[in-house]
């Protein structure tokens, strides 16, 4: 592996390991703030506005000044979020740190992608599925270890270890991002979304891949422990399967789409993924259901990373531009998606809602041939 690579892919997975610390701190910040589950839900929400609002902006950085010197900013300014957010007083102080959180978040989110991109043009090999399999890998790490220093620690205590992690990561990984400055002859990005439909129409793709993902990651647990009647402790495992096979197809995400291309790759994901909802939906007992969800999890794992990389190579179109239309559209999935299907539930059955999911998945599958702009010449080295 390559110095680049390796950098970009630490990047990957010290914003997953930023995450995943985040994650179990919703509860704690319950009981500390006094607040329930409605009130939490703000504070979630605060998270994904601030993605969303900040993202075109260091989208047109990255595609300024390059994506090396937007991630290192962005980086740097999310190192301490976890800091503000255990030293925030109060409801409206935790939520203000949160929205800067979720903002610094996604402006590096956006700008590791553009690096990868970057990356991917170098060695003219795909390299986005094994980054975002890093990003899975230190969202487990994350989550799992960050929960027990909560425990022991408390608030601070976690947000001290996590930074720290993160900031020996980021000076290790920063001098060996790869260098992608424009060219000297390249307009500058204007600060507005862009006129040409590509990036939006693979925006499209990304919602429709991420909607899935994000219903599994909400509602599958609701789903066996109701319509189902699988205990507590089986009803985890509805996500957990669908998530550790897409951490193993991220990983194999590369060479499959290598070897196949990235079209192609696409429509076999996509396919995939459909039947692994279409047997959670009309599953007869909890463990059809999770190997169902598990199924989902090897078609879902791709279809994201192949639209950001699709996204980052668009033809006249600065990488910066592209991946932030695409990022901020696709990850408003997950997080519209929860309060759209709990909705929903109360008038249909959720497994009527994962077989209508199914079929959205006809769109990245109608869409495939957008995913063109990921490939690359299969005769070049490494």
Known sequence: MSSERAAVSALFLLNGLLVGGWSPRIPALMERLGIAESRAGLLVL???????????????????????????LAAWLTAPSLLWISLAPGFWSVAAAVFLFG?????MDVAMNANAVAVERSRARAIMSSCHGFWSLGGVIGAGLGGIVLELAGELGQ????????????VWAGPRLLRDPPAPDQPRAPLRLPRSPLPFL????????????????????VYLQKEMGAPLSVAGWGFAGCAATMAVLRF???????????????????????????????????????????LAGIGIANLMPIALSAAGNLPGMAAGVGLSVVTM?????????????????????????????????????AMSRLAAAADFGSDTAP
């Not at 060479?255 to 599953?283: D, E, P, Q």
């Not at 519209?336 to 599958?365: D, H, K, N, R, T």
Request: with cysteine; glycine share 16%; aromatic share 8%.
């Open 252 to 294: 194999a995400g590369d060479g499959l789409r290598n070897c196949f291309g990235a079209v192609r790759t696409m429509r076999i994901s996509a396919l995939t993924a459909m039947s692994g909802l279409a047997v959670a939906g009309f599953a007869p007992s909890a463990g059809v259901a999770i190997a169902g969800f598990a």
């Open 202 to 221: 693979l925006g499209i793709v990304a919602l429709a891949s991420m909607i899935p993902e994000g219903a599994i990651l909400d509602w599958a647990a």
């Open 103 to 107: 903002g610094t978040m996604g402006g």
């Open 329 to 365: 559209m696709g990850y408003s999935g997950i997080l519209l998606a929860p309060a759209a299907i709990g909705w929903l539930a109360e008038s249909f059955s959720l497994g009527a809602i994962y077989l209508g999911l199914a079929l959205l998945l006809l769109v990245p599958l």
């Open 159 to 170: 947000g001290l270890v996590v930074t720290a992690v993160f900031a020996a990561g980021l």
């Open 46 to 72: 605060c998270l994904g506005l601030g993605s969303i609002t900040v993202m075109p902006l260091f989208g047109a950085m990255t595609a300024r000044a390059g994506s090396r010197s937007a991630v290192w």
